[in-house]
């Protein structure tokens, strides 16, 4: 990744993006947030919400032909159950919360007249939509009332009514009842703009030849004809009706603006289903409340709320942050400015708190790889000079240390050249000499010609975007394994391995849990001390994918009469234990919070093969025992 590359690495998260029921209803409702208040109890405000993107509540609940429920991730999925019953959810609500007015707001009146012509929904949303933004219009109906085909519904007068008073009595304009339009030349003359919604029935003064379905303007410049009119159904939805003259309106309003009808805004360019929807993985099954605390909205408890939060629940600082893919996208771009003088490094400490471990790429269903900008994200840091130096100077001195003539040792057979070559790494070689010992000569027994490698494998600079550094402990490592002719490395650490095989991709190597496993020959392995005794394998992040080695260890651990158990964030889904990415110095208080979420993973011990995990979940009094 390159500068520009970390502004947009997130474009393919949909984390937020409406949901398919959202795409398929013609309003865009915000159906997510319509449940979740629902939910919560707080119908007052999921009323207003519904009225706000309808405009009339009491119609549309009764007589949409709901095409969200064709959508619907429970009526697409299998085992869904069916759709979610989104009409029962909006008639709960009105019944509970009542109608309230529209809310009238001290708007200044504009020069521009509109002429409507139809009071039916269409013409009603679109004068209402222009009226309530200071437009003088004029609304023509030919019959004594307003409400056009509706009024030949089941739906009762009383309902139609409240849902028109409550919503025209918010804004000004001339109703004329009782005028039949039938040459809209003397309109245009009068008025800046004509809206016709004459219904399936109703006159289209020709306008149909040359008229945009999207913008709904005809050949003539001004003149927009729309609703029921333009279809081309039998019985249009209530829903589409509506919408058109809330689009219309839009149009309208941008061609007295610009002069132009090019469709611009979310009514002209609603969303398409993203199919990824379908396959996030829903828990369906899952308990939920038979119904809300009053009985009410109790359908509303069946939607997933479909939105994708997998690198969120999985990663702990994404979490901490309260961000998502995208924001930390923009606050990372905004870090990076190539700019010196404008630089404000609003992510420089969240870019520090990443363990680096990559489960947010693997959890994520479209790949976004956070991980791999926050590493690239340091590096640009640490090259412009911008990195703080105290995040990473401590282990940077420890790095230092174990690559000295005091603590990097190569030890060697006279069997020469040697074919196995084993690394058990800095931490494990620290916390636990007398294991490392004891485990390579065993390895020497079964394989004399042996070789040991005591070193740092240069990670510390990697996480801290070192590269001058990084290259210089490989340059050492890489002398010292070619003096052996190349042995095959055995890892006890999976850091060492995924570093090894990015920057010394020439040399092979395997866990050395899986070489134990597959010896014929090895000591007896734990004693009636450990027999059936029950335990968790915590894999480390840096193992996620080494299914071989994850087994092995199992393998291992059982022989050793062990009963294992197995927990939440492991195998492919393995979480970092908090050592990751050196973010102690930059964010104490996250590792707490990370190493509380893994300790918690299980009561039971856990058994572990990464020094890193079993020293710090020592230092939290979790019982951890190194698999060696």
């Known amino acids: 990744m390159d500068f520009q590359e970390i502004g947009i690495y997130a474009k393919e998260c949909f984390r937020d993006e409406p949901p398919p029921c959202a795409c398929g209803c013609p309003f865009g409702l915000d159906v997510r947030d319509l449940v979740a208040k629902a939910r919560k109890g707080r119908y007052g405000s999921a009323a207003r919400a519904y009225s706000d993107a309808v405009l009339f509540p009491g119609i549309v609940s009764a007589l949409c032909l709901s095409p969200c429920r064709n959508v619907c991730v429970r009526e697409v999925t299998p085992g ?34 509109i002429a409507v012509i139809g009071a ?85 003064f020709g306008l149909l030849d040359g008229w945009d379905s999207r913008t709904l303007a005809s050949a003539t410049p001004g003149v927009f004809i729309g609703g029921s009119a333009t279809l081309h159904s039998a019985d249009p939805n209530v829903a589409d009706v509506i919408e058109n003259g809330l689009r219309a309106a839009s149009a309208i309003e941008e061609f007295l603006k610009t002069g132009r009808n090019e469709g611009n805004g979310p009514l002209f360019n609603r969303p398409r289903i993203n199919e990824k929807f379908y396959s996030l993985g829903y828990d369906f099954d899952a308990e939920r409340p038979a119904e809300s605390a009053d009985g009410c909205a109790a359908e509303a408890f069946r939607c997933p709320g479909c939105n994708c939060s997998k690198c969120i629940d999985a990663c702990t600082m994404i979490r901490h942050f309260r961000q998502n893919p995208k924001r930390i996208a923009a606050d990372l771009g905004v870090t990076l400015l190539p700019v010196d003088e404008k630089i404000k490094h609003v992510a420089s400490r969240m870019l520090n708190s990443c363990n680096l471990c990559g489960l947010c790429a693997a959890v994520c269903p479209v790949g976004v790889d956070t991980c791999a900008a926050m590493r690239e994200s340091r590096n640009i840091l640490k090259g412009n000079g911008h990195l703080p130096a105290a995040y990473h100077d401590f282990w940077m001195a420890d790095m230092e240390f174990s690559m000295s003539e005091e603590a990097y040792l190569l030890t060697a057979s006279d069997r020469a050249p040697a074919r196995l070559l084993f690394f058990p790494g800095c931490q494990l070689t620290a916390s636990l000499p007398d294991v490392v010992e004891s485990a390579f000569a065993h390895i020497r027994r079964a394989e004399p010609g042996a070789a040991m490698l005591l070193s740092c494998c240069g990670v510390p600079a990697d996480w801290a975007g070192e590269k001058a550094a990084l290259a210089k402990a490989v340059a050492k490592i890489r002398a010292g394994w070619e003096s052996l002719g190349r042995p095959m490395f055995l890892y006890a650490c999976g850091a060492c391995r995924k570093t090894f095989e990015k920057y010394l991709p020439e040399a092979k190597g395997i866990l050395v849990y899986e070489w134990l496993a597959g010896q014929k020959n090895r000591p007896e392995s734990g004693s009636e001390k450990y027999r059936n005794r029950r335990a968790c394998v915590y894999d480390p992040c840096n193992c996620r994918e080494d299914a071989n080695g994850r087994s092995a260890v199992r393998q291992l651990a059982r022989e050793a009469g062990y009963k294992i158990a197995e927990i939440a964030s492991g195998g492919e889904k393995a979480a970092c234990c908090g050592f990751g990415g050196q973010i102690y110095s930059a964010n104490p208080g996250l590792v707490e919070k990370i190493l509380l979420e893994r300790t918690s993973a ?27």
């Open 80 to 113: 869904g159950g069916g759709a979610v019953d989104l009409r029962k959810i909006e008639q709960d609500l009105i019944a509970k919360a009542g109608r309230r007015a529209a809310v009238r707001y001290a708007i200044p009146p504009k020069t521009e007249k």
């Open 602 to 628: 299980s009561e039971l011990p856990y058994i572990t093969y990464c020094a890193n995990c079993r020293d710090l979940f020592l230092s939290k009094e979790k019982e951890s025992r190194h698999i060696l």
């Open 120 to 204: 039916g929904l269409s013409g009603l949303a679109c004068a209402w939509r222009l009226g309530s933004k200071g437009y003088r219009v004029t609304l023509y109906e030919a019959s004594d009332r307003a409400g056009g085909s509706v009024r030949g519904s089941a739906l009762s007068d009383d309902v139609i009514d409240a849902d028109i008073d409550s919503l025209m009595g918010s804004i000004n304009y001339d109703l004329r009842l009782g005028e039949h339009i039938s040459d809209i030349a003397p309109l245009l003359a009068e008025n800046s703009a004509v809206y016709a919604a004459t219904g399936k029935r109703g006159a289209d």
